[in-house]
C-alpha cells in the first residue's frame, strides 16, 4: 500500500507538469538515443547503449515515483488552516533564545520543501518541535549542534 502525500494546488500542479516532462520530452530522447546506439551495431560492446538503457531505467524509476505520488495525493485545503495553534501551511516566525536571531518559516509538506524560500518540510526536527505550540511558547529543540530553545513569535498564513 503506498503511503498518502499531502501536497498544495501548486505542489501537485509542479509534479504533474514534472511528470508530463518526463513522459513528453525525456522519454522520447532516451528512446531515440538507445535507437542511435542499436544503429551503430553490436549492443552487447557498446557504451552508448548501455548508459542509455541505464538512463531509460532510471527514468522509469522516476516516472514511475511520481505517478505514485500523485495517484495518493491528498490536497490540503488552505482555507482550514488557524493561526492558534502551529500547523503545516502555517508561516511561523522563531526567534532563537541563544542568539536572539529571528527566522521565518513556511511549514510545508516534504516534497515542496525549499529552504531558499523559507518553506521547511513538516519532517524536520524544527518543524517537528514546533507543530502544536502556540505563541509565547518556548521550545527546546535539539538540532545536529545540540538543543536550541526557540520562543515562538508569530504564526500567520
Same mark, same amino acid.
Given at each position: 500500500? &503506498? ?8 505542489? !501537485?500542479?509542479? %509534479?504533474?507538469?514534472? %511528470? ?10 532516451? &528512446? +531515440?538515443?538507445?535507437?542511435? @546506439? ?8 557498446? @557504451?552508448?547503449?548501455?548508459? =542509455? +538503457? ?6 522509469? @524509476?522516476?516516472?514511475?515515483? #511520481? ?5 495518493? =495525493? ?14 503545516? !501551511?502555517? $508561516? ?8 536572539? =536571531? ?5 511549514? $510545508?509538506?516534504?516534497?515542496? =520543501?525549499? %529552504?531558499?524560500?523559507?518553506?521547511? &518540510?513538516?519532517?524536520? /526536527?524544527?518543524?517537528?518541535? #514546533? ?7 518556548? $521550545?527546546?529543540?535539539? $538540532? /545536529? ?10 504564526? &500567520?498564513?
Amino acid at each position: 500500500m &503506498s503511503q498518502v502525500v499531502y501536497l498544495t494546488k501548486e505542489g !501537485l500542479k509542479k %509534479l504533474k507538469k514534472e %511528470l508530463e516532462h518526463l513522459m513528453n520530452v525525456e522519454r522520447p530522447a532516451i &528512446s +531515440k538515443q538507445i535507437g542511435e @546506439a542499436i544503429e551503430k551495431g553490436d549492443i552487447s560492446e557498446n @557504451a552508448e547503449y548501455d548508459a =542509455a +538503457k541505464d538512463a531509460q531505467g532510471m527514468l522509469e @524509476a522516476k516516472i514511475a515515483e #511520481l505517478q505514485g505520488k500523485i495517484a495518493n =495525493a491528498r490536497i490540503l485545503d488552505e482555507s482550514k488552516i488557524k493561526t492558534s495553534k502551529v500547523q503545516i !501551511l502555517n $508561516v511561523v516566525t522563531i526567534k532563537n533564545k541563544k542568539n536572539n =536571531a529571528t527566522m521565518k518559516y513556511t511549514l $510545508v509538506p516534504e516534497s515542496e =520543501a525549499d %529552504l531558499k524560500q523559507g518553506k521547511i &518540510s513538516v519532517k524536520t /526536527p524544527i518543524a517537528k518541535g #514546533l507543530m502544536g505550540k502556540k505563541v509565547g511558547d518556548v $521550545v527546546d529543540i535539539k $538540532v /545536529p549542534s545540540g538543543v536550541i530553545p526557540f520562543e515562538i513569535i508569530e504564526i &500567520s498564513i
